[in-house]
């Protein structure tokens, strides 16, 4: 089949830079999100994210005509939708967090009714497994007069899969290039027609398998990171009470050629880390022990580094009786979940820095370099350069070991690093 327009609905991270690659290949790219303030930026030829490379891109794309963003669906050839899938609201007594898969469901919906026989549909949005084929259903609710896989397999009117994206921040111009697919389709032809979409701009290998695979291919991905990440991190905390350096220890560990330990940090963070293992856990909550436990381990480690930053406050104290805590300044380095981004989400420094706050005792500094302005509820007056904080501060936390960090470890005051960038 060949492609001449492309919609992709949720203009985000995932959903813009992809809407850009179409683009660069001189295909019609419609450009969906609900977001007007994000619609009419694009349309101006900015982005409204921090990624590399991608400003150039958008600013080409809609000069030459090639993208175009609105609020509502239009008719194309093929729908790829990345939307959020983020936790429901409404579960806090629930002992594992649910899916709320609402974004899919009223993107699923909306597209529904620009359908014609012949069309693609394909889910990128990290979800469940089962969920491609929930919304193929919702999709047959819609528009009873097209069949779907789910009842008439190859046959059908509309083909849908499921392609999740799997790139880091920072280079997803790159790797949404040059990075292998994995494309689940819910039938053969399904599955064949989603790689020749992806084939217009995608050097590496495009993997076929059923959609339910690939759904849990993506979260086993992360899970599987997760999990590593709970032992690198629990490990920093065992050092700690036994006054080892973790950093040298695991760099010792990893000259095995066997072993290869990542390294601790302050929890973990990011829309896909954090999350994608809670979705198999809610799967089978009754045989994912070590999945959840190490979600556990990694969601308490905040708590402890806000510990320590009260240890640190009570260790000044001690040594200087005569000076007050609402004296104290703490500095609080990086607010991202990753280095050398502006993505918040998820973010354990961002509950670190929550708690800090709550305590309502030092002064809080807060120096991020790749954000202009904090995000809602906090004061941005809270939001300072480098210089200042490792200046004035009596306490410094390092959150996040972005490059402007690097070899330039505050000359005084009490250090709580917990990337090891400053562990010399």
Not at 122 to 134: A, C, D, N, R
Not at 178 to 188: A, E, L, Q, S
Not at 347 to 365: F, G, K, R, T
Request: hydrophobic share 40%; glycine share 6%; charged share 25%.
């Amino acid at each position: 089949m060949s492609f001449k327009k492309v919609s992709v609905i949720g203009l985000g991270y995932i959903g813009l830079p992809t809407a850009a690659m179409f683009a660069s290949k001189q295909l019609d790219v419609i450009g969906i999100d609900v977001n007007i303030d994000i619609v009419n930026k694009i349309n101006a030829g900015e982005i409204h994210i921090v990624e590399p490379k991608l400003d150039e891109m958008i600013k080409g794309a809609v000069e030459n005509g090639f993208l175009k963003a609105n609020t509502s669906p239009k008719p194309a050839d093929a729908f790829v939708i990345a939307v959020p899938t983020p936790f429901l609201q409404d579960n806090s007594d629930d002992e594992i967090p649910r899916p709320d898969l609402n974004y899919i469901h009223s993107a699923a919906k909306s597209i529904a009714n620009v359908l014609k026989k012949g069309d693609l549909v394909i889910l990128e949005s990290t979800s469940p497994v089962g969920t491609t084929e929930k919304m193929a259903s919702w999709m047959e609710e819609v528009r009873p007069d097209l069949s779907f896989p789910q009842t008439h397999g190859d046959d059908s009117d509309i083909r849908i899969a499921y392609c999740p994206e799997r790139v880091i921040p920072g280079n997803i111009v790159s790797e949404l290039v040059t990075n292998d697919r994995i494309i689940g389709g819910m039938t053969k032809a399904c599955s064949k027609l989603a790689i020749d979409l992806y084939k217009i701009f995608v050097k590496g290998e495009c993997i076929q398998t059923d959609a339910r695979t690939a759904e849990m291919s993506k979260l086993t991905e992360n899970a599987s990171r997760d999990v590593n990440i709970a032992f690198a991190n629990e490990l920093s905390i065992i050092c700690n009470s036994i006054d080892i350096d973790v950093w040298e220890l695991i760099a010792l560990a990893n000259r095995h050629p066997r072993v290869n330990i990542l390294q601790p940090g302050p929890g973990v963070g990011g829309h896909c880390i954090a999350v994608d293992p809670w979705f198999i856990v809610s799967s089978a909550p009754q045989y994912a022990k070590l999945i959840t436990k190490a979600r556990q381990v990694n969601d308490e480690k905040p708590g402890w580094v806000v510990n320590e930053i009260k240890l640190a406050i009570n260790n000044i104290l001690k040594m200087d009786p005569k000076k007050s805590v609402s004296e104290l300044k703490i500095a609080c380095y990086g607010l991202s979940f990753k280095p050398n981004i502006d993505d918040l989400r998820e973010s354990p420094s961002l509950s670190i820095v929550n708690q800090v706050l709550d305590m309502n005792l030092a002064e809080v500094m807060l120096v991020e370099p790749n954000i202009k302005k904090l995000p809602e509820n906090y004061d941005d007056r809270l939001l300072i350069n480098f210089e200042t904080a490792s200046s004035t501060a009596d306490i410094h936390v390092l959150l996040v070991d972005h490059d402007e960090f690097k070899g330039l470890c505050p000359s005084k005051g009490q250090i709580i690093d917990t990337r090891g960038c400053w562990s010399d």
